[in-house]
């Protein structure tokens, strides 16, 4: 196994149902292509001093949404609260709150790709992880695949799960976290830069990926995705390590293999936590679409198909990208837009 601190590419997956790249398809060639909704269930007080705005943006990214968000309303960027970040390239839909009065928030902003859907007020800042999860739907365009053993993977994850891999879009473009966060640790330059949280983050995240994947490899995926055990791997920091439910001997393994990468996250200020290795998507369905060859119209159909739509929900910091890779590639001309 590579130590960690000599990463120059994200940890390899191995996954659970798909075992080759032969089943294709393209993703988010439109932003309407992959639509994201904060599930959420806010009791607001219907007075205090913060303004939350419920926002369907498109084609921008969130932390730019809340920069423009505090130059429309002349507060500081750092008060503006919001709960999840969301994919740029998408339709997605989700709630801010600023530190604004009642008086100077009359007037809506006038933002580029942004459109308010709904306002209330509140007496407290709205907080990261605050919603409950994310609701997707997603066409893949293009499909070329076997239907029948995507019928298959189809319904395996449905009943079964996939492996709770966080997605490519966490360790930036070609794994440029990764990089940075190494580059900066070995010159002691990682503690007060302003992307400290970033690159401790993603490469947390890798360590556990190589957990899974080397749980994975074992043949373990009988076990994690056992109903009865929710089995999870680590999240490393400070603090006694967190026992695993199995595989201990795999997990103590990688761990050791990555000694000075678990060094650097203990001093990096993190805590010990645990993240399940198997996530389940909830209300997930799917359909097959067909274009017709004359005036642009679309129909769902039972025959050949060309692009494929997904409905799904999943919690908080589980990946939609992660999924859909358990059912199909995706076109190399599209990877880029997808982990934006």
């Known amino acids: 196994m590579t130590v960690s601190l000599a990463l120059n590419r994200t940890p390899e997956v191995v996954r659970a149902f798909r075992i080759t790249d032969q089943a294709i398809a393209s993703l988010k060639q439109v932003p309407e292509d992959f639509v994201v ?10 007075d205090g001093e913060h303004l939350y705005l419920f926002i369907e943006k498109i084609g921008q990214n969130t932390p730019w949404v809340a920069k ?45 790709g942004v459109r308010i859907l709904q306002k209330a007020r509140h007496s407290g800042k ?26 298959s993977r189809l319904g395996a994850v449905s009943e079964q799960g996939f492996p709770n ?4 879009q966490r360790f930036g473009h070609n794994g440029n976290n990764l990089r940075a966060g190494r580059q900066l640790a070995k010159a002691r330059k990682l503690v007060g830069h302003p992307k400290r949280g970033f690159y401790l983050s993603a490469m947390r995240s890798s360590l556990f990926n ?25 999240m490393w920091g400070r603090g006694r390590p967190l026992s695993a439910e199995m595989g201990v001997d795999i997990e103590n393994q990688v761990v050791a293999d990555n000694a000075e990468l678990c060094d650097l996250l203990e001093h990096g ?3 010990q936590e645990r993240r399940l290795l198997r996530q389940c998507p909830e209300n997930f369905s799917w359909s ?11 129909r769902e159909v039972e ?25 199909l590639a995706i076109r190399p001309d599209a990877k880029e837009k997808a982990t934006s």
């Open 37 to 46: 909704e904060e599930i959420w269930q806010p009791q607001f007080s219907g």
């Open 68 to 112: 423009q968000l505090s130059k429309s309303f002349g507060v500081s960027e750092k008060t503006v609260g919001y709960s999840g970040l969301k994919d740029r390239q998408a339709v997605t839909r989700q709630w801010f709150s600023l530190p604004v009065p009642a008086q100077r928030a009359k007037k809506d902003p006038v933002i580029e």
């Open 165 to 168: 891999y966080f997605g490519p």
């Open 126 to 151: 709205l907080r990261r992880g605050s919603h409950l999860g994310n609701s997707f739907q997603i066409r893949l365009r293009d499909l070329d695949a076997d239907r029948v053993q995507l019928i």
């Open 303 to 327: 025959g050949k198909q060309q692009d494929l739509l997904l409905r799904f929900s999943l919690p908080p910091g589980s990946y939609a990208t992660v999924l859909i890779d358990e059912l």
């Open 269 to 271: 200020g993190l805590s």
């Open 210 to 234: 190589q957990v899974l994947a080397a749980q994975m490899r074992a043949g373990n995926w009988s076990e994690i995705v056992d109903f009865y055990v929710p089995a999870t791997g680590p």
């Open 288 to 298: 097959f679409i067909e274009r017709e060859a004359e005036g642009g119209l679309e």
